[in-house]
């Protein structure tokens, strides 16, 4: 059975796995689901449709299932869906989605969303990504695979976040950042490869090189988009197999990027 401090609240309705903790002054909400191992340090408030999977951590002031911040919202059953194996510091906040967009906020495994992080309605955020103090994402934003934003970052709505980039601190988001990108700035501009982060992936000087090549296509003074892929498309044809599937993730993010790219 849950252990579940006497100060705190849980509606009817809501379905708490047996080893689930949940700490003094917490309330939960009477359509929340909180999977195995799952801990409310104390303070915690989660509302709204809310499901939660395996072995997450929410600590003090965290609301997580509030109400979008959204002047259109008009009270619809919209949902957030929470992975397994993140962690939630003090007075995070996260948002279900709107009927504007597909209704739902999502976020995978393993992040660590620190201190004061705002995920706003609608927005996707993937696995492995760590989001400093005072990461603000804006509605629909995107956020791929293992992502790192810095402290006091925020992110414009719709923007999206491509897989192993890196932004700066204290950087204004606007644009989409390609994947394995570093930028930063306010606007935010690109900086190059994100070697530092690709090498403690794994990934071989090789690939790395590689992946420049792709960079340097892209940002080179003059080349518009439709030069860039018809380089990456080169840059494909004699590419090996171990880096190709990053190549053409980097070639399609850029070609669909719905705000167009950092520049």
């Known amino acids: 059975m ?10 009817e309705g809501a379905r708490l796995a047996d080893d689930v903790e949940v700490g003094p002054f917490c309330i939960i909400g009477p359509e929340v689901t ?18 939660i999977g395996a072995r997450n951590k929410f600590y003090s002031g965290a609301a997580i299932g509030c109400e979008p911040q959204d002047k259109k919202y008009g009270g619809e059953r919209t949902r957030l869906v929470i992975g397994d194996e993140n962690i939630f ?4 906040t996260i948002s279900t989605g709107t009927v504007q967009d597909e209704g739902i906020t999502t976020i995978g495994s393993g992040n660590l969303l620190m201190v004061n992080v705002h995920v706003a309605h609608d927005c996707r955020v993937g696995s492995g990504c760590i989001f400093s103090n005072n990461v603000g994402l804006a509605g629909h934003v995107h956020v791929e695979d293992h992502v790192v934003i810095g402290g006091q970052s925020g992110v414009h709505q719709f923007v999206h976040i491509g897989e192993r980039a890196m932004v700066g601190g204290a950087s204004g988001v606007v644009r989409d950042v390609p994947p394995y990108v570093i930028c930063s700035g306010h606007p935010s501009e690109p900086h190059g490869l994100n070697s530092v982060g690709l090498r403690r992936a794994g990934f071989t000087l090789e690939q790395m090189n590689v992946l420049k090549e792709c960079y340097r296509a892209i940002y080179r003074e003059g080349n518009l988009i439709a030069d860039a892929l018809a380089e990456i498309d080169g840059i494909l044809e004699r590419a090996d197999e171990s880096v190709r599937p990053y190549v053409e993730h980097m070639r399609k993010f850029v070609a669909e990027s719905p705000r167009g790219i950092i520049r």
């Not at 909180?34 to 499901?51: D, K, M, P, W, Y």
């Not at 510091?89 to 995070?92: A, C, G, I, S, V």
């Open 2 to 11: 849950a252990k579940i401090h006497p100060l705190s609240i849980v509606e």
């Open 34 to 51: 909180l999977g195995a191992g799952c801990v409310l340090q104390s303070h915690v408030t989660i509302r709204g449709l809310t499901e």
């Open 89 to 92: 510091r003090e007075n995070t």
